[in-house]
């Protein structure tokens, strides 16, 4: 099966440049000028990879990244004119997995585009949260979501629920990096009700529970301006 990759940028002359160099690598290509067209299409079609501008004639890219991360985790890398460092940070803790600055190299975003992928494939394939494959995979972690339970390294954890959702949507992706706010997004029903601090008091609780079982071994990384990640082996 072809992977599939959806285009958003509203400039034609860039987006066929893009299509060419994508397609050149086999890519499927669907190419979209408008955020609202690209979200319908996200809707109605599985997609592997989104290619995402940021000055959208009828909205923020940013605004749609937003609005993606609400129901897909579909990798995402931004192509766009803004070059500030405010913008580059403030995309990949929206959730985006690279982010590429106008003007740019059509086989340098091949190339990203095919490293993202590769990464997403392997860490599909190594499935770390099935239980009949955890010995296979020598995998730290074994996820019970019927009782809610999570095993490090073969001893139980024993979590709050802010800790368990967490953990869990951490390892649900393993290495990928999840800002403050996607965290409070995912774990608590209302995140205004909650602050982003509420996040790294957590993080260090369960730091804490994870060195009980295992002094060694730290998994969780924190990616500082970022977010935090989790790794599942060695």
């Not at 060419?20 to 290509?29: S, T």
């Not at 500030?84 to 985006?96: H, I, K, S, T």
Request: hydrophobic share 40%; net charge neutral.
């Amino acid at each position: 099966m072809s992977i599939r990759i959806l285009l958003v940028e509203d400039e034609p002359s860039i987006a066929e440049i893009v299509e060419f160099a994508l397609a050149n690598e086999g890519f499927q290509i669907s190419w979209r000028a408008l955020a609202r067209d690209a979200e319908i299409e996200l809707l109605a079609t599985p997609y592997d990879l989104v290619v995402l501008d940021l000055g959208l004639p009828d909205g923020s890219g940013l605004e749609l990244l937003k609005r993606i991360r609400r129901h897909s985790e579909v990798p995402v890398t931004i192509l766009s004119a803004r070059n500030a460092e405010l913008d580059r940070v403030l995309g990949l803790e929206l959730g985006a997995d690279d982010y590429v600055t106008k003007p740019f190299s059509p086989r340098e975003l091949a190339a990203r585009v095919k490293a993202i992928l590769k990464r997403t494939i392997r860490r599909d394939s190594a499935a770390p949260l099935s239980p009949s494959r955890q010995a296979a995979n020598r995998t730290w972690f074994e996820l019970d979501e019927d009782r809610a339970r999570i095993n490090f390294c073969g001893g139980p954890l024993e979590l709050t629920r802010y800790e368990y959702l967490i953990l869990k949507t951490l390892l649900a992706q393993p290495e990928r990096i999840f800002s403050r706010q996607q965290l409070m997004d995912r774990v608590w029903s209302d995140p205004l009700a909650s602050f982003e601090r509420s996040v790294d008091t957590h993080i260090k609780t369960l730091r804490a529970k994870l060195r009980e079982i295992d002094p060694e071994r730290d998994p969780i990384r924190t990616h500082r301006g970022l977010g935090y990640s989790v790794r599942i082996t060695d």
